[in-house]
Nanobody, 121 residues
Framework: QVQLVESGGGLVQAGGSLTLSCEFSGDTFSSYAMGWFRQVPGKEREFVAS????????YYADSVKGRFTISRDDARNTVTLQMSSLTPEDTAKYSC??????????????WGQGTQVTVSS
């Protein structure tokens, strides 16, 4: 079974940077498109970023475009989300997702437990 374990969340001041990591295990990493969603209590989950299984194409929500960068390291079975110019609106629980397909779908098959990111004003 695919398992996703996030790390790197924490407290950061507005304008700061933070990098999240997700370790993949349980299947062939290169067969999976990977991505990140985030959620605030009481709100719907929001797509943040994703990349194809090859890593050659990336996708970003408009709200994070230009500030966040997603990448994958197939040698380490890891996907990374680099976040900069953070604002309090970026405060959320960030979850790593995986789909055994070319692209991450709107309803990813596999989810990590999530890591909390809190941005202070």
């Amino acid at each position: 079974q695919v398992q996703l374990v996030e790390s790197g969340g924490g407290l950061v001041q507005a304008g700061g940077s933070l990098t999240l990591s997700c370790e993949f295990s349980g299947d062939t990493f290169s067969s999976y498109a990977m991505g990140w969603f985030r959620q605030v209590p009481g709100k719907e989950r929001e797509f943040v970023a994703s990349l194809t299984r090859s890593g050659r194409t990336t996708y970003y929500a408009d709200s994070v475009k230009g500030r966040f960068t997603i990448s994958r390291d197939d040698a380490r079975n890891t996907v990374t989300l680099q976040m900069s110019s953070l604002t309090p609106e970026d405060t959320a629980k960030y979850s790593c997702v995986a789909d055994r397909s070319l692209l991450v779908t709107a309803t990813p098959k596999f989810w990590g437990q999530g890591t909390q990111v809190t941005v202070s004003s």
